[in-house]
């Protein structure tokens, strides 16, 4: 599901933000999101196991790739406790 999409962001570089979500019984959860900010890509996924503690996420394709920034706006990742991670992008 697109949730945003700009094609005219930050002078025409663009940006697009996916969800996609994974039914489980009676509820569902957020499993990915996919940020797109010119030609960098973003997956973050998340995990119905409460025993998972790994940060999951791909940037340009590669798992856990060494990032900084994302269509050149500074990204940081932190981790907030158990099971909670943090992805900021300062736009």
């Known amino acids: 599901m697109?949730?945003?999409?700009?094609?005219?962001?930050?002078d025409g570089l663009g940006m697009e933000v996916q969800i996609r979500t994974k039914l489980v019984r009676f509820w569902s959860?957020?499993?990915t999101a996919s940020i797109l900010i010119?030609?960098?890509v973003l997956e973050i996924q998340g995990s119905a196991?409460?025993?998972d503690?790994?940060?999951?996420y791909w940037f340009n394709f590669e798992?856990?790739?060494?990032v900084t920034e994302i269509g050149?706006?500074?990204?940081?990742?932190?981790s907030?406790?158990?099971?909670?991670?943090?992805?900021?992008?300062?736009?």
């Open 2 to 10: 697109i949730l945003a999409k700009d094609s005219k962001f930050a």
């Open 29 to 31: 959860y957020i499993k």
């Open 38 to 40: 010119g030609n960098d």
């Open 49 to 51: 196991d409460s025993n």
């Open 53 to 56: 503690r790994e940060t999951h």
């Open 63 to 66: 798992y856990q790739g060494d």
């Open 72 to 78: 050149g706006f500074p990204l940081s990742i932190s």
């Open 80 to 91: 907030r406790g158990y099971q909670k991670r943090s992805f900021e992008i300062d736009l």
